[in-house]
C-alpha cells in the first residue's frame, strides 16, 4: 500500500507561482510513475502532469508547470508558474506501478485558487 498525502496549496494572485507536495509513505516511490491531476468545480478530474521514465504535461500547462520527485525524501512536487485563474482546482497527485493502466494510489487533494 502507498499513501499519499498532497499540501502546497492556497489562494494566490494570478501570475504568482506555487510549488505542490507529494508526501509518499508504504513504499518507495522510486517504483512508481507519478501523475498529477486537477479537478475544476463541475469539470471531470483531468490529467495535468506525469513522471516515469520521462515526463510530459496536459497542453494547458506546458512551459508553466513543472514535474519532479525527490526519491530520497519519498516525494513529487508540482511547480506551478505564472498561474492563471482558470488553474484553480483541487489538485491530486496519484501513483502506479509501471506497467500498469490504471492508477494504483491516489492523494486526498489539496486545494488551488488563483484569483484574477
Known amino acids: 500500500q502507498v499513501q499519499l498525502v498532497e499540501s502546497g496549496g492556497g489562494l494566490v494572485q494570478a501570475g504568482d507561482s506555487l510549488r505542490l507536495s507529494c508526501a509518499a509513505s508504504?513504499?518507495?516511490?522510486?517504483?512508481?510513475?507519478m501523475g498529477w491531476f486537477r479537478q475544476a468545480p463541475g469539470k471531470e478530474r483531468e490529467f495535468v502532469a506525469f513522471?516515469?521514465?520521462?515526463?510530459y504535461y496536459a497542453d494547458s500547462v506546458k512551459g508553466r508547470f513543472t514535474i519532479s520527485r525527490d526519491n530520497a525524501k519519498n516525494t513529487v512536487y508540482l511547480q506551478m508558474n505564472s498561474l492563471k485563474p482558470e488553474d484553480t482546482a483541487v489538485y491530486f497527485c496519484?501513483?502506479?506501478?509501471?506497467?500498469?493502466?490504471?492508477?494504483?494510489?491516489w492523494g486526498q487533494g489539496t486545494q488551488v485558487t488563483v484569483s484574477s
Open positions: 508504504g513504499r518507495p516511490l522510486s517504483g512508481f510513475s
Open positions: 513522471s516515469g521514465s520521462s515526463a
Open positions: 496519484a501513483a502506479k506501478t509501471t506497467h500498469s493502466s490504471n492508477w494504483n494510489y
